[in-house]
């Protein structure tokens, strides 16, 4: 079965800390992705990688960062958390063109 | 810039009633349109999706309906059931790459 494994269900961090999200895909998909869930703006796109070593910004890059050193992992790293960016992290893979597949999330708050 | 709208952001149908909800995009290079259906805890699964080169697609009691000439697309679930209560999300991407997504709909169905 696909799985999109998300490392943390929830995450408390204090403001100015570096945080680390965490995705691992078991699906040898070339794409992943990095979105952001908030209420009345549904999924917007922060980064996304169709290759190892590669990324492109989405929609909403400011304040974030990624890394992917191996096919199957993609990171997003926070420099500076910061309480705008309390939400919660969707990180989805996908061979091109087909269907996307989730993982269940990371809600993260930053006090 | 919101590329894909979505209405109503919430919706609360009866048992065996009609679900309609609504997208409109601006950006007519789009070429693949989903639906993800998102249950609480969960990351959004796909659920259904359509090209424009056909005005709809059924699968079982789900249908979308979509008007080219008007950039809208829209989800029509049939014999609304209680199991159907979920928070869902159109989306558009060109070439089937990187998803745009709608706000988000939360739908109840009443017993």
């Known amino acids: 079965d696909v799985k999109v494994t998300q490392s943390s269900r929830y995450l408390v961090k204090r403001t100015g800390e570096k945080v680390f999200l965490e995705c691992v895909q078991d699906?040898?998909?070339?794409?992943m992705f990095w979105y952001r869930q908030d209420p009345g703006l549904g999924l917007r796109l922060i980064y996304f990688?169709?290759?190892?070593?590669?990324?492109e910004k989405g929609d909403i890059p400011e304040g974030y960062s990624v890394s992917r050193e191996k096919k199957e992992r993609f990171s997003l790293i926070l420099e500076s958390a910061s309480t705008n960016q309390t939400s919660m992290y969707l990180c989805?893979?996908?061979?091109?063109?087909?269907?996307?597949?989730f993982g269940a999330g990371t809600r993260l708050s930053v006090l | 810039q919101q590329q894909v709208k979505q209405s109503p952001q919430s919706l609360i149908v009866q048992k065996g009633g009609i679900s309609i909800i609504n997208c409109a995009y601006e950006?007519?290079?789009?070429?693949?349109f989903p639906w993800y259906q998102q249950f609480p805890g969960k990351g959004p699964a796909l659920l259904i999706a359509?090209?424009?080169?056909?005005s709809e697609k059924k699968e079982g009691r789900f249908t979308i309906s979509f008007n080219k000439s008007a950039k809208q697309f829209s989800l029509h679930i049939m014999d609304s059931q209680p199991g159907d209560s979920a928070t869902y999300f159109c989306?558009?991407?060109?070439?089937?790459?990187?998803?745009?997504f709608g706000q988000g709909t939360r739908l109840t169905i009443n017993p």
């Open positions: 699906m040898d998909h070339e794409n």
């Open positions: 989805a893979s996908s061979l091109i063109g087909l269907r996307f597949y």
């Open positions: 989306a558009a991407s060109k070439g089937a790459q990187k998803l745009v």
């Open positions: 950006n007519t290079a789009f070429d693949y």
């Open positions: 990688s169709y290759d190892v070593k590669m990324k």
């Open positions: 359509i090209r424009p080169d056909v």
